[in-house]
């Protein structure tokens, strides 16, 4: 027993790195940077900005939810670009205005789209949605401005914060540390001002923080074997255990259901034996002379939530010779010099980039057409199957090597030549004896 789990640990830990690590994106993280812009007279001009510099995992609704802990008796007077959610208790302050807040760990949401003119900044008001670096480069960022100060009135400068936190499942953010203070362009960069002091504090994300069980499963077939290989059984959970998603049976309609706005929605899957709510089937569609297709297709079978800007990474050798991508947009993930075995699938702008909810148009689909290379091709041993999926960042739960779809003349019969020879001297010793 002790030694299946010692064999079993290291590769649940290469599946859901706990620190945050990921082999495919090594040097993601979302990084925090507070700019203090101004000193005043026991206050101070602070302007948080949050980048996402992850290539392929985004922030979707609800958003990020920002929050820190005051070392002291700190309080934010004003704010623009982003609000808090709780005023907190105030009453002991004495002010015309009274502070926007006073709570001692503050939680910061973005303003949602068409917020008031006079309460935007540059780079805020996208309802705390933050795109992948890969996906969309123009709205990785978000920023917000506020004045702080002591709620003591003695003259003494806020201190920086500390605790941050996303608010955000699977995210843990390290302590705040001070980098050389950020520059900005002005007069359409003909001239640079920069902060007063900077700071940053890094987050990185792990999959067993955030959750104890997969999301997404792979299914495959082939057009060279009848077999369709399932999802395998309880990948996301097992129907019926306690602590397992509500299912609805296939054909029956999902119940009506209140849900939060500012909280994610706990899934409502379609009842299976694998469980999850998204399901990705690998096709290995048809073979020609230098070229092979590949149908790959998503469903979402999650009632109560719609995946707005998608992605898909796979981890395939042939990649590096990816010829045409149909229906979906294609970049590759090159993180380790040549190797271009990764890319990035996600959707056309308006067409599929929203995969929807479970039902008839839950489902996004394309082809990939790759380049037989020489030396490395081959439909054997399941090599034409992905070594790893991801969607939205969150790994998948590939089916056992052992159940691939196999080549008709793969199978554990001996080759028709071997049986021949045999066959011969079986015939010739009993002719002799």
Same mark, same amino acid.
């Given at each position: 027993?002790s030694?299946g *789990?010692i *064999? %079993?640990?290291p590769l649940?830990?290469?599946i859901?790195p706990?620190?945050g690590?990921?082999?495919?994106?090594?040097?993601?993280?979302?990084?925090i940077k507070?700019?203090?812009?101004l000193?005043?007279e026991?206050?101070?001009d %602070?302007?948080?900005s949050i980048?996402n510099?992850q *290539?392929f995992?985004?922030?979707d609704q609800p958003?990020w939810?920002?929050?820190w802990?005051?070392?002291?008796?700190?309080v934010?007077?004003d704010?623009?670009?982003?609000?808090a959610?709780e005023?907190?208790d105030c009453?002991?302050?004495?002010a015309?205005q009274p502070?926007?807040?006073?709570?001692k760990?503050?939680?910061i949401?973005?303003?949602?789209?068409?917020a008031?003119? =006079?309460?935007q900044?540059?780079n805020?008001?996208?309802g705390?949605?933050?795109?992948s670096l890969?996906?969309d480069p123009?709205?990785?960022?978000a920023?917000?401005?506020m004045?702080?100060g002591?709620?003591s009135y003695? !003259?003494s400068e806020?201190?920086?914060?500390e605790?941050?936190?996303?608010g955000?499942?699977?995210y843990?953010c390290?302590?705040?540390?001070k980098v050389p203070?950020?520059?900005f362009n002005v007069?359409?960069?003909r001239?640079?001002?920069q902060a007063v002091?900077t700071?940053?504090v890094?987050?990185?994300?792990?999959q067993?923080?955030?959750s104890?069980?997969p999301t997404? +499963?792979?299914? *495959?077939?082939a057009?060279?074997?009848?077999t369709?290989?399932? +999802?395998?059984?309880?990948s996301c959970?097992?129907q019926g255990q306690?602590?397992?998603d509500? +299912?609805v049976k296939y !054909?029956e309609l999902?119940?009506?259901?209140?849900?939060?706005?500012?909280?994610p929605?706990k899934p409502v899957?379609?009842?299976s034996q694998?469980? +999850?709510p998204?399901q990705?089937?690998?096709?290995?569609k048809q073979?020609?002379?230098?070229?092979w297709?590949v149908?790959?297709?998503i469903?979402?079978l999650?009632y109560?939530k =719609?995946y707005?800007?998608w992605n898909?990474v796979v981890?395939h050798?042939n990649?590096?010779?990816?010829?045409?991508?149909?229906?979906?947009n294609y970049?590759?993930l090159?993180q380790y010099?040549?190797?271009?075995d990764?890319?990035?699938?996600?959707?056309?702008?308006?067409?599929?980039?929203m995969?929807?909810?479970?039902?008839?148009?839950g489902?996004v689909?394309?082809?990939l057409?790759?380049?037989?290379d020489?030396?490395?091709?081959?439909?054997?041993?399941?090599?034409?199957?992905?070594?790893?999926?991801?969607?939205?960042g969150?790994?998948?739960?590939?089916p056992?090597p052992d159940?691939y779809?196999?080549?008709? =003349?793969?199978?554990?019969?001996?080759?028709?030549?071997?049986?021949?020879i045999i066959?011969?001297?079986?015939?010739?010793?009993l002719?002799?004896?």
């Amino acid at each position: 027993m002790s030694c299946g *789990l010692i *064999l %079993v640990l290291p590769l649940i830990l290469f599946i859901y790195p706990i620190n945050g690590y990921d082999p495919l994106d090594p040097n993601g993280n979302i990084t925090i940077k507070w700019d203090i812009m101004l000193n005043n007279e026991g206050s101070q001009d %602070v302007k948080v900005s949050i980048f996402n510099y992850q *290539l392929f995992r985004h922030i979707d609704q609800p958003g990020w939810k920002l929050s820190w802990s005051w070392p002291g008796n700190e309080v934010i007077w004003d704010m623009s670009g982003a609000e808090a959610t709780e005023q907190g208790d105030c009453s002991a302050i004495k002010a015309t205005q009274p502070p926007h807040c006073c709570e001692k760990e503050p939680v910061i949401v973005d303003l949602l789209p068409g917020a008031p003119y =006079n309460k935007q900044v540059a780079n805020c008001c996208k309802g705390g949605v933050l795109t992948s670096l890969t996906q969309d480069p123009e709205k990785y960022g978000a920023a917000f401005q506020m004045n702080i100060g002591s709620a003591s009135y003695n !003259g003494s400068e806020p201190r920086l914060p500390e605790n941050f936190t996303l608010g955000i499942p699977g995210y843990s953010c390290g302590d705040p540390f001070k980098v050389p203070p950020s520059k900005f362009n002005v007069d359409q960069g003909r001239r640079k001002t920069q902060a007063v002091a900077t700071w940053n504090v890094i987050c990185s994300y792990s999959q067993f923080r955030a959750s104890s069980s997969p999301t997404c +499963c792979v299914s *495959l077939s082939a057009f060279y074997n009848n077999t369709i290989v399932p +999802c395998p059984k309880c990948s996301c959970g097992c129907q019926g255990q306690l602590g397992a998603d509500q +299912c609805v049976k296939y !054909g029956e309609l999902p119940p009506v259901l209140q849900l939060d706005h500012n909280e994610p929605p706990k899934p409502v899957v379609q009842c299976s034996q694998h469980m +999850c709510p998204i399901q990705i089937h690998w096709h290995v569609k048809q073979s020609y002379t230098k070229y092979w297709r590949v149908k790959m297709t998503i469903r979402n079978l999650n009632y109560v939530k =719609n995946y707005s800007q998608w992605n898909l990474v796979v981890l395939h050798p042939n990649l590096r010779s990816v010829t045409q991508v149909f229906s979906f947009n294609y970049k590759p993930l090159n993180q380790y010099g040549d190797t271009n075995d990764t890319g990035m699938f996600y959707g056309i702008e308006y067409y599929n980039d929203m995969l929807l909810q479970a039902g008839e148009t839950g489902n996004v689909q394309s082809e990939l057409l790759m380049h037989k290379d020489a030396g490395i091709f081959t439909f054997r041993e399941g090599w034409a199957f992905p070594r790893k999926i991801s969607f939205n960042g969150e790994d998948c739960v590939l089916p056992s090597p052992d159940d691939y779809p196999r080549l008709p =003349n793969s199978s554990q019969f001996m080759s028709p030549s071997i049986f021949t020879i045999i066959a011969f001297f079986l015939s010739l010793i009993l002719t002799i004896f």
